[in-house]
């Protein structure tokens, strides 16, 4: 779309434009009279509003206006807006609030205002925002009047809520980062992430961007602008509610995650750094405007300090967050034993001591290691020993550099103003400088990440029956994606079973088999080691008892015992937000209570695959109780298996694995689960 | 100890003064130039250095000197140290770098240094660290020199690391909270966090203290030390070290956690509030400077804002840290219907929307309501729409209130100024406020917990046979304090097991009893479900062949088999840092890949108890699987029953019980390890 006339107008209507100090309409007036293109307050008083002529109506003013703020009560905005567009005008600002947020009525008004903008072509920011800020351009559409103090630079801002538009701009502000655009989407009934993220990529003013999200409503857009821009410049994303409760893996094992996890992954997964709060936000996007590290797997950070305190602090972080601190190759240690005092740490971390003259050329030395691929630099302001500017020009040739310091606050921000012209910024705790370098690292992995992304898949056709699947029926189709389940035979008596067990061999293991039965161990519907007739029969005597007891008939799944191993759970999902997506993590019995699985969309890439294998507990990894080390692409193909059956049929809602057993020959399905979007269902029927 | 000599010496001597800009000696006497008292460099070669008279040796000074700082060279330290002892000296601080940090010589130069400070009576802050600032008193005596600097104020720092300890006091100055008292131990030989916690406990002059653990070598005295200064002022710890490996809990399963984790959970539990990095930290100890919340189990916060987003980061970082923000009353509800506008969210959080005049009556309103202990308050700085210094004086009444706002940096440099002469602390950042507010929760909880803290216990006697217990000894030694165990028989023989199986009855499960076999099922020696004479012959089978595959002698255990449940792991272990520490976690063969158990030293209070079990899973504790809710007393009396034994012998080494199974009768060890101190079993033999 074209932004011009929103963000960079030729003339601005205010409407509701008021005369009253603290009222909206007035603070609107007042920060916008910094605008140096035409403004013109509208009050259906007419009269005189902050020193300028106000006009009953928009249609009044008789001149061109590109953009209206609106700041007039939720039910006056449907005409006001209508009048706006016989003006002519292109694009509006609704900071109203009273719409879709505020219950039913809002909603039905809400779509009003959509449909009214609709038919005059107007694009919309809002309702219920606090607007935009553009200082680069000098247009502060906000009733907030301290923006009009923001100072203009590389980062623009995209929130979902218009007051955390302006704190992360304030925020960026006060750390020396100075604003491209900063824009609150609030309701977003036109203009949404993707509409901006695209202009943004577009802006050469723009070197880095910054996004709050709290609800999505269409993911995939949401990912696909993310991994647009991210081609071009560094996105860094904030996700809020991680306490929130939701839809995602509400699978037969219970909510397993929410919408926080998966639209996290899914964020990075599109090339985002993804950060934990506002303060991680801005450090990031301090870190990523001067200069990113290049696509990178693993990248590996030199830490460089003056304190071995501080150097402790900020190892310990990095490591914490996976961020590789390599060891140097022994050319750069001996190099660092020329440089440094003998008593001082040579590896990585490099701590000198009480800085020296040769700190830059330390800092250049460790640099300049082969698997740096960026330096953080922590020292306490030390003049006569210790020279910033000096250390960051003796790098500067190299990697990538951040620089923390500690002293008094003047010193400080002298110390920043010589980094600034080196565009270097200058963070003042260790933590913060680990946490802006964690985030340089992140993007240089996000970025070879998108370089590996998988292209959209379409699905082939659909599954459903008019019965959901059994057990058995669930593991011949994953067999059929190449997910490997025991040899078994599905049997409706029990002369059935005991051939099955006599075909198969002991031990076996002797299940209900019945769709609508999820939780058999739950109902004393399975018997595992069973090997001999008189077993079987007291397995199958179990299962019909608990088959009497659920009202199902009772029919039997008899199966090879699988060797024993590691337990994991795969499992896929169509996500109401974001489409179809995978999950893997500890599985078993005890699913809900391991760590968190790990999430991505659908469909993967390798490193996709990579990544989530990667993820699981290092312990299992190793190989966990005796059991070899995990066979990573085994588990990996297992995956890819799970997400290729979940794309080939679109409608199936939601496959589970649990466990996938990890035995010497290879990942078993022990258990499967496949259920369907019964709604697709009922207009189509399949194989 | 006396620590004025240190602290607030009449006169400092500086050893190893000098003319040369850049090296620590002339650092030092430049920092230290503000010193009201006598000051007197130190040099052989004598002359004057920075204006003042140099003297060869302490000792030819000729006037009182109470406290000498050492930069010399580290193989001249005793000497010096030495001379200082018979010119009177009474304390000194050694800067030098190049003791036990840097290798065996070091650490037996070190040992010399400790000796001579002892024979002359001299208390010794170091080696290896920066010093200590005073700005409450003027003494800056640190070769850092932007110290000079550093306002006084109520925050006292006590940092392992002496880099730390400044990085710490410019944090806290930047963000306007003032020193009284900074001080880096580096290596600790003499003066230790022991020492000088109990000097700031009774330091009418600090309010608050924080701080910087790396590593500890006797964990009580610092527990110990943190729980009698908690009672007076509150105490904010930083521990580093979260990747290291430790030794903690390397029970029979593996490593579970490391010393970062339970030197964390001893923190917390004898008072401490306990931060994640510096900036952490320094909001914390501003938080805590001005008000602390009376203690309370779980304190509830009152979340206002003007600006809905900002409001949701807040109130979901609280809920991810665990603190309560609770349902306000129906009479708080009613009287904010009244004070705001219809379409805000009037529950807690409370979003005001705009702000406007009523913003006081609301935060009054909110802070009044009987379930709120504490109130955030965040609102972007909208002059003539909010007066954030009249919302403070509203509530200033009722409950601590933290208020963060945003907006240009010197409007809020003149907020923070405003409040803080009403003692409140002004953040920059919704995330900040929300951590900060945590602190001030997790403060008045760790008062509420050290309050119930629990007596020292004094073991009653030894255990430690010739040989380590198997597994039935070990249940035994638990039913005796009170943990439940299936029925079960110790069989010697086949004949003997079979019976036991008649005895029980079956289901039994049939084990190998061996003290020297943990990991019975990796070597296919347990056998479940057996209740015949035949499937007890194939359990007795397969014993043999792992006994005689191992070498040890078959011998039996069969027990009756439980019912069904979640299980748990309860341990206990005797860390050789911290003494007796219990842990409570997820049980079962996956132990490893569940959440990090909770640990706590033993021993333990109700609280403590409470606390654990409370740390479980929520799916585990609200009903498993069709399991009922966890029955916490019985979890709660298992894990005091552990805790118990541990303390009873004290050449226990390590209990674990695992699982601890949850059935509906109650809790029961299904497996049970019990290690010993064979260094102490050496000594003594007990029964």
Do not use: W
Request: a negative charge; charged letters at 20%.
């Amino acid at each position: 779309m074209h932004f011009g006339p929103l963000f960079h107008p030729r003339g601005i209507a205010v409407a509701g434009a008021s005369d009253s100090p603290g009222k909206a309409g007035n603070a609107l007036v007042r920060t916008l009279s910094s605008f140096d293109g035409d403004l013109y307050p509208v009050n259906p008083a007419g009269g005189t509003i902050a020193g300028r002529q106000a006009y009953p109506t928009v249609a009044e003013i008789g001149a061109p206006v590109d953009l209206a703020v609106l700041a007039v009560p939720p039910r006056a905005v449907p005409g006001v807006l209508a009048d706006c567009g016989k003006a002519g005008v292109a694009a509006a600002i609704v900071c109203s609030g009273g719409f879709a947020e505020a219950g039913p009525d809002g909603a039905a008004l809400q779509d009003t205002v959509t449909a009214v903008a609709r038919e005059h072509g107007i694009r919309l920011l809002g309702p219920n925002t606090s607007g935009f800020v553009n200082p680069v351009d000098g247009v502060f559409a906000s009733f907030v009047p301290g923006v009009a103090d923001l100072p203009a630079g590389p980062a623009a801002i995209v929130a979902q809520s218009g007051g955390v538009n302006l704190a992360l701009c304030f925020l960026a502000a006060a750390e020396g980062l100075g604003v491209r655009l900063g824009v609150g989407l609030g309701n977003a009934v036109d203009i949404g992430f993707a509409d901006v993220l695209d202009y943004l990529a577009d802006d050469d003013k723009t070197t880095v961007i910054g996004l709050h999200v709290e609800g999505v409503s269409d993911g995939r857009r949401l990912v696909d602008a993310v991994a647009r821009a991210a081609a071009r410049k560094p996105v860094v994303a904030l996700k809020v509610g991680r306490t929130g409760v939701g839809d995602f893996a509400r699978s037969h094992t219970g909510a397993i995650t929410g919408p926080y996890a998966l639209t996290r992954a899914a964020l990075a997964q599109a090339g985002a750094v993804v950060v934990d709060d506002p303060t991680g936000l801005v450090d990031a996007l301090r870190a990523l405007a001067a200069r990113r590290v290049p696509p990178t797997a693993r990248p590996g950070v030199g830490v460089l300090t003056g304190q071995a305190g501080p150097g402790l602090i900020i190892a310990d972080a990095l490591h914490a967050a996976g961020v590789s601190v390599p060891a140097l190759t022994p050319a750069s240690r001996a190099r660092l034993r020329e440089l440094l005092p003998p008593l001082t740490y040579q590896d990585n971390p490099v701590d000198t001591g009480r800085p020296a003259g040769t700190f830059p050329e330390v800092a250049a030395t460790v640099a300049a290691d082969p698997g740096v691929d960026a330096l953080a630099v922590y020292a306490l302001d030390e003049p006569g020993a210790l020279d910033l500017a000096a250390t960051v020009r003796a790098v500067a040739d190299t990697v990538p550099v951040l620089v923390a310091s500690g002293g008094p606050a003047a010193t400080l921000d002298e110390r920043q103003s010589e980094l600034s012209e080196l565009s270097v910024p200058l963070f003042r705790s260790p933590d913060r400088l680990a946490r802006a370098m964690s985030a340089l690292a992140d993007d240089a992995a996000a970025a070879h990440r998108r370089a590996h992304r998988a292209a959209p898949a379409r699905p082939a056709g659909r599954l459903l029956g008019p019965e959901p699947v059994d057990e058995h029926r669930a593991k011949e189709l994953l067999t059929g994606f190449g997910v490997a389940a025991p040899a078994r035979r599905a049997c409706d008596t029990r002369a059935a079973a005991h051939q099955a067990l006599t075909a198969l061999g002991g031990p076996v293991v002797v299940k209900i088999r019945a769709a609508s039965v999820i939780h058999k161990s739950d109902v004393d519907a399975v018997r595992t080691g069973v090997r001999t007739a008189d077993a079987l029969d007291a397995a199958l005597d179990a299962i019909d008892r608990a088959a009497a007891g659920l009202g199902v008939e009772a029919r039997y799944l008899v199966e090879r015992q699988a060797a024993p191993g590691p337990e994991l759970i795969v499992g896929g999902t169509r996500d109401p937000v974001f489409g179809p997506a995978v999950l893997l993590g500890v599985g078993g019995v005890g699913v809900e209570l391991a760590p968190d699985p790990v999430l991505r969309l659908a469909p993967l890439s390798d490193v996709d695959i990579q990544d989530m294998v990667a993820a699981l507990p290092s312990p299992l990894l190793a190989g966990y109780r005796g059991a070899p080390p995990v066979d990573r692409a085994a588990v990996g193909a297992a995956i890819g298996s799970v997400a290729a059956l979940l794309l080939h049929y679109d409608d199936i809602a939601e496959v589970e694995v649990n466990p996938l057993r990890l035995t010497r020959d290879g990942p078993v399905a022990l258990d499967a689960v496949i259920m369907f979007d019964r709604s697709a269902g009922e207009e189509e029927v399949g194989s």
